[in-house]
């Protein structure tokens, strides 16, 4: 009887919380699709139920009553959860992001897991959508915490978007300067002209001059064509030259094989224009994540066409992810050769990162260690350990780093 009661006044008092905050419904994804444009500022795939949620890393979306969606969490039950491991994250850049609308603007700010304000992608504290008579977003900006204009993580403060009569989108990415910015580093499309999918995925990206006709880039890629499953899964990706024929795109191949096990990736294949297994800029000709039973990475490895590990580029095989026993947490990150055996990143110099978290999950101490298990120097920034510092409501206010002898290096 107890519990009854109990659950009958949880039930109340989520009813009337989700009433203030204008809350209607939500929906639950399992993992975070891949998209290539923030066009469409959130998007979940492999729905799952609010129970399944409970049990998994997991994207929940807060809808109000005009179907509009004003908060999106990043979660494990109920607890929102830092981007740690491989949990994707392009264009959703926070724990928590709330969304308000005023007239033809949409806001994004975002929270930490202790909804304390935060800025993400190195200073931008809001971001905001304009949108157009039809209520389509035509144009993305960045602001700083003071007010600033600010850029995001490709160096970009200004999308600009037009509907074309032919039902395409053109894109263009503008920086501080007013220049044009490519699509990602590598990715060196300027103009991009987009198509969707009836599912509201893109289809196809193609890299276009000012009178609309194909140009192949840097690579010799004009256009990408992307594919996905019933579950919105990212499936298979293909690059083309401005003839329509196979090309090598940035990542020196052209295109990727996707292989899932439930909602969760365990392969990535990629091939040659002949479709033949090719190698990857990583230094891999297959990509084999494993999970654990709350969604987070708990290893990926580099393969060759036969699945047998192989060093990358960055000279290891394999990187294994050590998680809380409740799965919240990343607790430790290291490198193995083909052998098997502790390996150093190329580009860090370490072989293993560790996390001293307190009682709350926040991190006091990371630190970096060698093969023997002796703290090391970071080769890109000299630091072996770093020290975190955190205020009342359990903000962060940042860290300092020291090397091995125990000097003070920021």
């Known amino acids: 009887m107890e519990t009854t009661i109990k659950s009958l006044l949880t039930g109340l008092l989520l009813l009337i919380f989700h009433a203030a905050i204008g809350q209607e419904r939500s929906e639950y994804y399992a993992v975070l699709p891949f998209w290539e444009s923030p066009i469409t500022p959130f998007k979940g795939a492999c729905p799952i139920t609010a129970e399944e949620a409970m049990n998994l890393v997991h994207l929940q979306l807060d809808y109000d009553r005009e179907n509009r969606v004003i908060a999106a969490r990043v979660q494990l039950g109920g607890h929102l959860k830092d981007f740690e491991g491989f949990f994707g994250h392009l264009y959703i850049n926070a724990p928590l992001t709330k969304i308000t609308y005023e007239g033809d603007k949409e ?7 202790f909804e304390n304000p935060i800025m993400v992608m190195d200073g ?33 403060v200004e999308y600009l978007w037009e509907y074309l009569p032919g039902g395409g989108v053109l894109e263009l990415r503008r920086d501080a300067k007013g220049a044009l910015v490519p699509l990602r580093a590598d990715f060196q499309f300027l103009r991009t002209r987009m198509h969707f999918a009836p599912d509201g995925y893109v289809s196809l990206i193609e890299n276009i001059d000012t009178a609309g006709q194909l140009v192949n880039g840097h ?3 004009a256009s990408f064509r992307y594919f996905y499953n019933p579950q919105g899964r990212f499936l298979r990706w293909e690059v083309y030259d401005k003839a329509g024929e196979p090309a090598i795109g940035p990542s020196q191949t052209a295109g990727e094989q996707n292989s899932f096990d439930g909602c969760y990736l365990s392969d990535i294949a990629f091939f040659d224009r002949d479709g033949n297994p090719a190698l990857h800029w990583s230094g891999a ?18 393969l060759d066409r036969n699945r047998a590990l192989m060093n990358s580029s960055n000279g290891y095989a394999q ?13 430790s990150q290291a490198y193995f050769d ?19 978290r307190d009682t709350l999950g926040l991190i006091r101490e990371t630190l970096y260690k060698g093969t023997g298990g002796a703290a090391v120097n970071r080769t890109d920034t000299g630091e072996a350990r770093r020290s975190f510092r955190y205020g009342d409501t359990h903000a962060s206010l940042g860290y300092q780093s020291f090397d091995t002898a125990g000097n003070l290096l920021r």
């Open 319 to 331: 990187i294994r992810f050590k998680w809380s026993e409740d799965g919240r947490f990343l607790l």
């Open 338 to 356: 083909a052998s098997g055996s502790p390996a150093v990143h190329k580009n860090t110099g370490y072989h293993l990162m560790e996390n001293h």
């Open 285 to 302: 000709e297959i990509w084999h994540f494993e999970w654990d039973r709350f969604g987070n990475t708990t290893s990926l490895s580099f």
């Open 124 to 156: 931008v504290f809001a971001k905001t959508y304009e949108k157009d008579e039809r209520g389509r977003n035509i144009r993305l900006s960045f602001r700083s915490r003071t007010g600033e204009i600010a850029s995001d993580t490709f160096g970009v």
């Open 107 to 113: 806001v994004h700010r975002f929270y930490d897991r």
């Open 219 to 221: 690579s010799g890629a």
